[in-house]
């Protein structure tokens, strides 16, 4: 039997637990999200017991640099020494990153210890969906998919609003201790209900291809990541180097035993649009969630605290309606509840064009729970896209990619959100600049919606219902 993959036999335990292992997986995603946002609350005490100001950013790059390059390579290896492996030393080095953040003295001692955080944050996000894909038959996938889409947004729903309330009872490094419980439960039901994964097979690990990959990921979030919000020369170097970087990337896996990033994958149309999807989806989710407090706070007044109660409707909306996404990509192909999900975004994003002083908490609750909507309806379908598209031999780096693509899309729309809007424009000057931002990313949410057309799922969950029906009356 393949590593990592249950025994689907009914009554066999693996068979009968294979939630409770997706669950507890899910379980380590949803510690990540929340370590991330819930820090995002305290970058600003965490600036004045450091005493730093800018440099406080390097508490979030340290964190999201590792990660994001790391999710390929971690993604590969997986599929050569297992998933179990890979998931469980994530997240020891995740508790044990989280212990050490709670300690740190001063801003090097954090950057140090949210870099090992970044790498066990890695090793989780690389092999979640290869386990939700493996693990259940292709007319369960959906549903696997939905339980990621639930849980793991959650992170983003508590982590504001649990933030404030532990730094307010206990202090900052409680923000990071709080991990804990949650990296034990995730560890317990991993260990004891994932299957045991087979010996590592004898394939020769792509090391030339790993460099590169991460180089590539490394010098484009950097590129993208200016200090005074505008692009410099050595903004546009890093950009080039990223560029050259990919360009020798495609060079060499052509040619290796082993690629990191297989042509064969990447190249194939079924794979690269939804993936790309993904990608436009993250741009337009972080560009609303980076420029909407600006406009609830400064432009309307609000307090953090309603301010942050309002957003709250967008992964609330995407949370529940991921349930509903995954469950019509099992009955019909992924590409119907994917269309739906981008369509009903898009209407969303159209109806916050005319943003306008005088709205009210009503009248953008009900666009934010409309594009978190949308988002729930595509999420699990997209992903259920491009894990068909991949073969069982690269099903870890599939999904490693599937999150790469997503981690870019939240780097880059901050980034292009800036290109349109100053957040120091304040009045009628802000409000139109904000407009053309929300412009912007309605043209993206577009091009979403046109990936959706794009592609075919190949062995969706429908056909492969029909065939093993096919079988059995034939039988």
Known sequence: MPQGVFNTVL???????????????????????LD??????????????????????????????????????????????????????GVTLFIAGSILCGTAQSLPQMV???IIQGIGGSCIGSAILAIATVNFAPEERGKAMAVVGLIAPLGA????????????????????????????????????????????????FDSSGAILFSAALFLLIMGLAPTNGRLTSLDLFLLAGSAAAVAALVAIERRAANPLAPPSLVGRRHFAIPLAGIMTMGIVGSGLGFVMPFFLEVTLRQSPERAGLTLLFFP????????????????????????????????GVCLLLPLNSGWGMADLVIRFAMVGLGFGFFISPSSVAVMSATSRDHVGVGGALANTARFLGFTLGPTLATVFWNPGLTGAAGIASMRTVVFMLAGVQALTLATVLGYRVQGDARQARLDAESSSSAA
């Open 11 to 33: 009554d066999s335990r693996e068979y009968r637990w294979r939630w409770w292992a997706l669950i507890g997986a899910s379980l380590a995603v949803f510690m990540a999200a």
């Open 36 to 89: 991330s946002n819930v820090v995002n609350v305290a970058l600003p005490l965490m600036a004045r017991v450091f005493h730093v100001d800018r440099q406080i950013k390097w508490v979030v790059l340290s964190y999201v640099l590792p990660t994001t390059a790391l999710l390929g390579v971690f993604g590969a290896l997986s599929d050569v020494v297992g998933r179990r492996r890979i998931t469980l030393i």
């Open 112 to 114: 140090i210890y949210r």
């Open 157 to 204: 729903v508590v982590g504001p609003s649990l933030g404030g309330l532990l730094i307010g009872a206990f202090g900052w490094p409680f923000i990071f201790f709080i991990n804990v419980p949650f990296g034990i439960v995730a560890f317990t039901l991993i260990y004891r209900f994932l299957p045991r994964d087979g010996s590592p097979q004898l394939k020769v």
């Open 316 to 347: 609330l909306a995407m949370a529940a309606a991921s349930q509903v996404g995954g469950r019509l990509s099992d009955k019909f192909s992924p590409r119907l509840p994917a269309a739906v999900g981008a369509a009903i975004s898009l209407v």
